[in-house]
């Protein structure tokens, strides 16, 4: 039996959140929702010198546990202005809150 986890995290400056989804196809469209919503705001250049102070990186992980103890990972992320940490986290948890 395979036992995955799918994820989204946001980061900012040390500071962490996570939330988990049934299936990878909800977390898809979650995250499509959250980077929708704040694409005002996303960092398009992914400069090697910026600060994890200067953006908010919002990821979704996928964890796929196979049999024998393998596992595959993947991630991808985005990058946002730093300064809608705040903002981004509230519209997730309200979100998340009622997405059942």
């Known amino acids: 039996m395979e036992n995955n986890v799918y994820s989204m995290e946001i980061l900012y400056s040390g500071k962490y959140e996570s939330w988990e989804f049934e299936d990878r196809q909800k977390r898809d469209a979650f995250y499509g929702k959250v980077t929708k919503q704040f ?5 398009t250049e992914q400069e090697e010198d910026l600060e994890d102070t200067q953006i908010v990186q919002l990821s979704s992980n996928n964890l796929e546990i196979k049999e024998g103890g393998k596992y595959d990972q993947d991630t991808s992320y985005e990058w946002f202005e730093y300064d809608i940490f705040s903002q981004m986290l509230d519209f997730i948890n309200k979100e998340y809150d009622k997405k059942e």
């Open 39 to 43: 694409a005002g705001q996303k960092v």
